[in-house]
Structures are given as C-alpha cells and as structure tokens.
C-alpha cells in the first residue's frame, strides 16, 4: 500500500527518470490529471496499466475512494500533465489523507518548472519563495501588497495573455528597475530565458506575441541596512553568526 508521486517532463521527453519509468511499470494503476495527456507519455514509453483520471474537479469526491483503494493493499502512482504533481496541479488533498490513513507517500525527485527557472535566472536562489500563480482576481492586489517587502526571490507561474498585466503590476509594486527574469518553454526546442529590470521585460515582451508555458523570477527588495548580508554579496564573513 504506498501512493507514489510520479514527475513527468516539462516539454523534453528524454527527462523522464529511469526511476520515475520503473514505478510506473510496476505500480497497480496510474492516476493521472488527463489521461489522453499522460496517455501520450505512457505510450511513448511503452508502458500498459489502468489510468484513471484524478483531477482539481473530482479530486474532493475520488480522495476516499483512492485511500480504500491504497488501504487494500494497491499501489498507486499520481501524475500530472507535466512536472511534479501537487506542484500547481492536483495532489496535496491525497497526500494529506493518505498522511492521516498512514498510507505511505514517495514524491519522486523529477522535472519541475520553477527549479531552472530560478537557476537561470541568474538572481540569488540562496533563498526564494515560491509563489505560483498569483490569483486572477480575488486576493491578488492583496497578494502583491504581502510581497512587497519580500527580500527573497520570488517565482511565479504565469500564463502568456496575462504575462504583460502582471510585469506591469510588478513594476508598480516593486519598482520599474527591479532585476526579474522570465523563462519561456523551458526544455523545449524554443527555450528562452529573458533576464533584465521589469522595465525592459515589459519592453521586450510589449513587442511580441507572447506564446508558450512562462515562470517569472523578480529579486527580492535589497536588505534594509543592519539586517543580515545576502550571502552572495560578500563571503568573507560566511561565520559572522557562528561567533
Ligand atoms: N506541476 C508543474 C511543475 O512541477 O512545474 C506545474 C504545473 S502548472 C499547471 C503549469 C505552469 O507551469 C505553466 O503555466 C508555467 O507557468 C509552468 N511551466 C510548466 N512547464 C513549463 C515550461 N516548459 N516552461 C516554462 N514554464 C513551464
């Protein structure tokens, strides 16, 4: 009985795992976010077992079921249409109940979309939050207000019609010249990491047709003075707390 969280490529199909390969062949069936998605992906890797469809509109009503069905002694493996479950897609509420059933849970390591974002996106990655996609609406000027003072690096999932709107709110709440990055399409063919303050992003940007899967990095505020030293910035006092 053991629930297995399954990561799937993020457009470049050789990033599958060999591990994340051997689960999938072995477990009793696959719960996927869309089974013709994830249907693609199996094929491809030759791989046969029931798929059945786990998804943020049926996740509330199937949970019980699936812990019945784990608590039966299956094995079950969860995946997404790409990257990590649970990361911005379906697989918290089954983790936790499957946590209160003491079912066990095994996210494998895998492909996700904010870890190369953050890496190429050349800002300090010593400490960052990661934020996801802003709300649309409800919460989200409220949202930005929360991170204004934010010191970390901060990384958001966006898509391309609202990139534009959400440059230009970062711009007003952070400030025109704040160091940001945006990485488009990341893994595939037309991979593109864009680096420079909002102000040029929003140029740039502003004179495209903005197409593909997006994640935004914006630094975080500079330290006001007296507080800790980003340890980027100078390690020849790496120890200073130690003392
Ligand atoms: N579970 C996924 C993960 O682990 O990254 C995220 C799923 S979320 C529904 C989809 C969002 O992830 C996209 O809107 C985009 O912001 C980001 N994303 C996914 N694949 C991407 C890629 N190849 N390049 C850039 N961003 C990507």
Not at 114 to 132: I, K, M, Q, Y
């Amino acid at each position: 009985m053991k629930l297995y969280l399954v990561p799937t490529p993020i457009g470049n199909l050789d990033d599958i795992t060999l591990r994340a390969i051997k689960i999938l062949q072995s477990v009793d069936a696959i719960l996927a976010e869309d089974t013709r998605t994830s249907g693609v992906l199996l094929r491809h890797l030759n791989i046969s077992k029931p798929l059945h469809s786990y998804h943020i509109f049926n996740e509330h009503q199937t949970v019980q079921r699936l812990v019945a069905q784990l608590k039966e002694g299956k094995t079950l493996a969860l995946v997404s249409d790409a990257g990590t479950p649970g990361i911005s897609d379906p697989g918290f509420l089954l983790v936790r109940e499957c946590i209160k059933n003491n079912i066990q849970v095994e996210c494998l390591p895998g492909p996700t979309a904010f870890v190369p974002a953050l890496v190429n996106s050349g800002l300090p990655n010593d400490r960052f939050t990661f934020e996801g996609f802003l709300p649309h609406k409800k919460g989200r000027q409220t949202r930005l207000a929360e991170l204004a003072g934010e010191e970390r690096t901060m990384v958001f999932y966006e898509s391309p019609h609202r990139l534009l709107k959400t440059l230009q709110q970062f711009a007003d709440t952070f400030g025109a010249e704040r160091p940001a990055s945006v990485s488009r399409e990341l893994t595939k063919l037309f991979e593109e990491n864009q680096r420079g303050p909002l102000s040029e992003l929003i140029t740039y940007f502003a004179q495209k047709t903005i197409k593909g899967e997006l994640v935004v990095c914006v630094q975080g505020k500079e330290p006001s003075r007296g507080k800790a030293k980003r340890v980027y910035d100078n390690d020849s006092d790496d120890n200073e707390d130690d003392e």
